[in-house]
């Protein structure tokens, strides 16, 4: 999930204990525990606290039902009815891996439990109602954590890599901000802005997250990426310029081409048209080490200001001037 690992469970959470036997125990004895027991889908045969196989009720009465399986099987070890390559997962693992691992199953073993072991021994299972529930609801967690535009992380999840970033050796964080998106909101409508945004995503995320960083997005047009690491020149080079060659795109040429063009600023009055730019703050702890989010926000936000003053798509490194309050 870059990554949303606080709402991602591990599959011990939802585990059940249930029945288990040993591998000589008699098919007659299985039938009693499956009679005594109308719920109990399955049986996992346990060896020296290790599960080995698991019999399943429908597998079981599939071969006890043919013509000649009840005289052939049920005086015989329940190993000869059981499955012997069960999905085996272990405690700690995310209820997201084990739920595609259950999933690319046979069809015929799709909704078998999933048999839990802890130490290499075993625990319980967990159904596949169960699993697919929780899997549901964690999808449901997840995007609660995302803003609903771009998927990506939104601020819950950016305030907690900041609070686990500031501790460490080296790091970059990059705000990136549009300028004139308003105006172009203002002139083209939302639906348009909308659009924007996303392209803006997709540049983002083709130089940020697919090489392995943490990409959010704050809300509007404000995004985030952290690196652990200071050379950012590249991708901020890289973003300016398909961002400046592209942008282009989402205009229509009369505004493009008509000098006398005007639209309205932020002061309500009428201003010289003139096309959206980025802005991109960049702040290292490679001069500076902070101590609190607070500082952190605050110089980026001094960066921020300070690229708003260039007339045109940019990046500023480290050009602050706020100055982090000391005990």
Do not use: W
């Amino acid at each position: 999930m870059t990554k949303t690992e606080e709402v991602v469970s591990n599959i011990g959470r939802i585990v059940k204990t249930v029945p288990y036997i040993s591998p000589s125990l008699k098919n007659k004895e299985v039938d009693k525990l499956f009679t005594e027991n109308p719920n109990l889908r399955g049986i996992v045969v346990v060896h020296h606290e290790k599960p080995i196989a698991h019999i399943t009720r429908t597998h079981f009465y599939q071969k006890i039902g043919t013509l000649y399986g009840y005289n052939l099987y049920m005086g015989r070890e329940s190993n000869l009815l059981a499955k012997t390559s069960p999905l085996i997962v272990d405690y700690f693992q995310p209820i997201t891996e084990v739920s595609k691992l259950a999933m690319e199953r046979k069809e015929e073993d799709l909704y078998d439990d999933v048999i839990v072991t802890k130490d290499d021994k075993f625990v319980g299972v967990v159904s596949i109602r169960a699993l697919l529930m929780e899997f549901v609801d964690i999808q449901v967690q997840i995007a609660s954590f995302l803003n609903p535009l771009s998927k990506l992380p939104g601020n819950h999840l950016i305030d907690k890599q900041l609070s686990e970033i500031i501790y460490l050796e080296k790091y970059s964080i990059i705000y990136f901000d549009l300028d004139h998106f308003k105006t172009y909101n203002d002139l083209y409508g939302f639906n348009k802005g909308d659009k924007v945004l996303l392209f803006l995503t997709d540049i983002l995320k083709r130089n940020v997250a697919q090489n392995g960083y943490f990409l959010g997005h704050i809300g509007g047009d404000d995004f985030m990426a952290i690196l652990p690491h200071y050379e950012v020149e590249s991708i901020c080079l890289n973003i300016i310029e398909e961002f400046d060659r592209k942008i282009p795109n989402f205009y229509e040429e009369k505004h493009l081409k008509d000098p006398t063009f005007r639209v309205k600023g932020r002061s309500g009055n009428l201003e010289k048209f003139t096309i959206m730019t980025l802005s991109i703050a960049v702040l290292t702890n490679e001069n500076q080490r902070f101590e609190k989010i607070e500082d952190l926000s605050n110089a980026v936000a001094s960066i921020k200001r300070n690229c708003k003053k260039v007339k045109a798509s940019c990046y500023l490194v480290n050009k602050y001037d706020y100055i982090p309050k000391t005990v």
